[in-house]
């Protein structure tokens, strides 16, 4: 199976889609079928995704029927993974040419109907947490516009979610973003990042262009990260990315666009209309 890592799907999609579109295509026309399910095999794939990627919440693996290739799901979103290599992730719909089938789409409709509507996982915690809560000193800030809206994020400079979401927050105008850099997945590079001249433009090109020339190796650095960490257990976070909003609730995973839009908007109303928390500590 041809699979594309996130360097190539982020420098390269249209190449990307091609080749997975080529090696799902050869593997359904030759009618490769998994035959019977595997329980046993499903549940090794899982436990070694999550040995591998602890800040990434995998939820289920599925076989499908292209032998050797399992569906994977982290909350809402689904990938592809060959049970061979699971270092590769692919992204995409899985579409059967023989019965010109989407695959996909039908398992994303039904686990968008079991979640009430909602692909990402939303949590509210017990008792929501207002960003002035936040030691905000210790997150990269990044305003944008008037910054009149307000989210925080945990983020771990190694989560593919995390890449996936910061397009999509720098599209977003009149927005400040906290980003509380946490070592979910290892802890060099949140401090190379944390210990640069310019923390928020090495962050921004990290996540958008791969690029970690101006990351900043600790060299006796002070850093917040160990704190980070500390507190993203306190308040329960588990994976990254997740957004708390002006209201104190919180989304676990990649959202788009226009979800950051509403949910940014009907944060703030909320907010608003609540009498201020500062000085309280969560």
Not at 190 to 200: L, S
Request: a positive charge.
């Amino acid at each position: 199976m041809t699979a594309t890592t996130e360097h190539l799907r982020s420098r390269r999609p249209r190449s990307a889609a091609a080749l997975l579109g080529a090696a799902l295509c050869t593997a359904l026309l030759a009618g490769v079928s998994a035959g019977h399910a595997a329980t046993a095999d499903e549940a090794r794939l899982l436990a070694a995704l999550r040995k591998a990627h602890p800040g990434t919440q995998f939820t289920e693996v599925a076989r499908t029927d292209v032998e050797g290739l399992y569906e994977v799901w982290m909350s809402g979103n689904v990938a592809y993974v060959s049970a061979a290599n699971p270092r590769f992730f692919v992204f995409g719909r899985l579409f059967d040419t023989q019965s010109m089938r989407d695959v996909t789409g039908p398992r994303i409709a039904q686990r968008h109907a079991d979640t009430g509507g909602q692909l990402q996982s939303e949590s509210v915690p017990a008792a929501p947490v207002p960003i002035d809560q936040l030691p905000l000193a210790d997150a990269i800030k990044t305003v944008r516009g008037s910054g009149k809206r307000v989210v925080a994020v945990f983020s771990d400079p190694n989560c593919i979610y995390c890449k996936q979401l910061e397009p999509e927050l720098a599209g977003i105008g009149d927005v400040t973003v906290y980003t509380f850099l946490v070592p979910f997945q290892g802890e060099a590079r949140p401090i190379a990042i944390w210990c640069a001249a310019d923390r928020e433009r090495a962050w921004r090109q990290w996540m958008l262009q791969a690029d970690a020339s101006l990351l900043q190796p600790n060299a006796g650095c002070e850093h917040p990260i160990a704190r980070n960490l500390d507190l993203a257990r306190r308040l329960g976070v588990q994976g990254t990315p997740t957004l708390i909003w002006a209201d104190g609730t919180r989304t676990d995973g990649y959202v788009g666009r226009s979800v950051l839009e509403a949910r940014l908007n009907e944060a703030a109303k909320v907010a608003t209309a609540k009498p201020s928390s500062a000085g309280k500590k969560p």
